[in-house]
Nanobody
Framework: QVQLVESGGGLVQAGGSLRLSCAAS????????MAWFRQTPGKEREFVAS????????KYEDSVKGRFAISRDNARNTVYLQMNSLKPEDTAGYYC?????????????????WGQGTQVTVSS
């Protein structure tokens, strides 16, 4: 079955960096657009970044533009999220997701597969 497993979360001070990874299995990774979403308690899961099957066509939520970078390695079936200049408001559970839309999408309902999430906490 399809599995998406996130790693790399943790506790970091404001201004610091983290790199999240998401390892995919059970699907033909090249046939999927990928994305990262995040969620805090009591709020809806929100779009962070997406990437097309070939590694281009990246999209970002406005508040992370210039600070976060999404990338993928199709040989390793892995998608990454490099997060720099972290702020306390970036604190959330971060989830990777896969969509049959080859070019990715910012729309949550477009995604068929989800990981279990990894927690990112940014202290002030």
């Amino acid at each position: 079955q399809v599995q998406l497993v996130e790693s790399g979360g943790g506790l970091v001070q404001a201004g610091g960096s983290l790199r999240l990874s998401c390892a995919a299995s059970g699907l033909n990774f090249r046939n999927y657009g990928m994305a990262w979403f995040r969620q805090t308690p009591g709020k809806e899961r929100e779009f962070v970044a997406s990437i097309a099957w070939h590694g281009g066509n990246t999209k970002y939520e406005d508040s992370v533009k210039g600070r976060f970078a999404i990338s993928r390695d199709n040989a390793r079936n892995t998608v990454y999220l490099q997060m720099n200049s972290l702020k306390p408001e970036d604190t959330a559970g971060y989830y990777c997701a896969a969509t049959g839309n080859l070019y990715g999408s910012p729309i949550r309902r477009d995604y068929s597969y989800w990981g279990q999430g990894t927690q990112v906490t940014v202290s002030s």
